[in-house]
């Protein structure tokens, strides 16, 4: 357990920019240890300075891929960048798969660079609540952009969208067209699009489909007047067109003016307390008294003596 | 609003089958109808008698296709058979896209099948409460097998595992492979796989390596002893492999004993119940009150005047 001083000492050591400092206080974060408040305390006067970019999109689309080229143009500018790569919510397989790791190598020795993989599994909160925290250690430590990437698919397809100032959408042709896309309730939450694997068969189709749904979903839905989200068609595995995708993110970082910028991190910021306050009270129901009146509760609904309403009426009363 | 005497009318007419009156208690609970409690009492004791079968897997894998494929061989059999497609996380777009329910049209005249797109955005307590309530509507009205399907992806993908008696995972060669899957955290959740499309190249070979990983993933994962999670190959859109998969299923209910299924349906319960107490709360934070000092709280956060965990504590003192 890490006392009160040693975490002073981490985070002022992670204001320096020591990657192990940073490591460890994210794993603070992680592993929600109780000296988490007293992180974040120290933390929130420090963060709000980066530029944070989610990118999310179905599996194979080359979302890992993308990021690493994105790093790479980023340093080729002189930005400081931070990727998280967030494993949502599979309740069975701690820690983020070997593969997305493996293709980050190349910024290992970077000094400019920070990668961190991130499990969010049973955190309190979840995603919402523990993902917010690590960006802000990233923040203090120094990073003016930070990468999050979702690794695989969840609830965490649409609720990167709710962490990131600027959100990336990318699609492949032929394996998670546009309608698919549609589909997963990922089109309205792109700022930026990107048709990945632009090389393959179908990527102008992809690209003119998504156009087109685009400007379907997207009427009456309360856009910032003004941006028109751009496509931008990428082989980020041939690092092809990725400073075009660069600079539309760095296009829609300029056009949230101060206010813009102000309002979705306060709505971020809002969902984030939600989901802790929620946190705190389901912790409540795992206290063994709890936990035991649930459990007779759940069989006198599955014996069909109860319905589930009046049962929670029960549990809360 | 329905009134107390229409709502006793309504689930009689429905446990005498008539659709019209099934549809319209699925309404209630998808639009949260004042009337949803009673609905829920009168339920109580007419559900639990069918196998809920659950089917999820990456879009595009062909989960209607063959879904409407298994509706036809239940029906060969002389089964009743209830589908309720349910549209999971989308904050954006309401009901379900008009596809799937095309691809279900062959059924439309067949009095043996009830089928049901349902929109859980924004239910009290989200797919977690509203799909459980839906689905006792289906067995009160005397389906024998409830087939939940969700459309797109969302964290509906894992949370139909805990709809079902027993869960299918589709996988399809090439586009949604086993390694994304993995990913995805849905190879646990799987009671029996389904490698769709397998008539494409490579589907032996996502057969072998879901076998593979599914050997690895499940290594002390508390599997009910003896059940091997079968693979089972198809081409839904050819109904090829269609019978094999529906023996799969019936196989893996008769393999749940009485007991099985209860443990199972009590877990079930147990979280419908949470869902609907967090529900509850959450309810309590829209308050015109409470979700102003939820957004002044907000706004603190994001100036760097407050942490997140400190907010959380003084939205709920």
Chains 1, 2 share one sequence.
């Not at 695989?152 to 609720?159: A, M, N, P």
């Not at 156009?211 to 003004?226: H, Q, V, W």
């Not at 705190?280 to 795992?286: L, P, Q, S, Y």
């Not at 008294?289 to 759940?298: M, N, S, V, Y």
Request: hydrophobic share 45%; glycine share 12%; with cysteine.
């Amino acid at each position: 357990v890490a006392r009160a001083a040693d975490v002073d000492d981490l985070v002022a050591r992670a204001q320096n920019g020591e990657p192990r400092a940073v490591a460890r206080l994210i794993s603070l974060v992680e592993d929600e240890s109780p000296a988490l408040r007293q992180v974040a305390a120290l933390l929130a006067p420090l963060a709000g300075k980066a530029h944070v970019v989610g990118l999310t999109g179905a599996p194979g689309v080359g979302k890992s891929t993308t990021t690493s080229a994105l790093v790479t143009a980023y340093r080729a500018v002189g930005r400081r960048v931070a990727v998280l790569a967030v494993d949502p919510s599979s309740p069975f397989t701690g820690g983020a798969l070997l593969g997305d790791r493996v293709r980050m190598q190349e910024h290992a020795t970077d000094p400019g660079v920070f990668i961190r993989s991130m499990a969010t599994r049973g955190h309190l909160g979840g995603l919402a609540a523990a993902a917010p925290q690590a960006i802000r250690v990233l923040e203090a430590a120094g990073a003016d952009v930070v990468l999050v990437e979702t690794v695989g698919v969840g609830q965490s397809e649409v609720e990167v969208a709710g962490l990131a100032d600027t959100t990336v959408v990318l699609l492949a042709p032929g394996m998670g067209d546009a309608i698919q896309a549609a589909k997963a309730g990922i089109l309205e939450i792109g700022d930026v699009f990107c048709v990945n694997k632009a090389d393959r068969d179908g990527a102008d189709s992809t690209a003119r489909e998504l156009r087109n749904m685009i400007a379907l979903g997207r009427e009456g839905n309360g856009d910032p007047a003004g941006w028109k989200p751009p496509i931008v068609k990428t082989v980020a595995s041939k690092v092809e067109g990725i400073d075009q995708l660069m600079g539309a993110l760095e296009s829609h970082r300029e056009f949230l003016t101060a206010d813009g910028l102000t309002a979705r991190r306060r709505k971020r910021a809002a969902a984030e307390i939600e989901a802790l306050a929620i946190a705190v009270i389901r912790g409540g129901f795992t206290t063994p008294h709890r936990a035991g009146q649930l459990d007779e509760l759940a069989g006198q609904v599955v014996a069909g003596q109860l319905d589930p309403y009046s049962a929670a009426d029960r549990l809360l009363g």
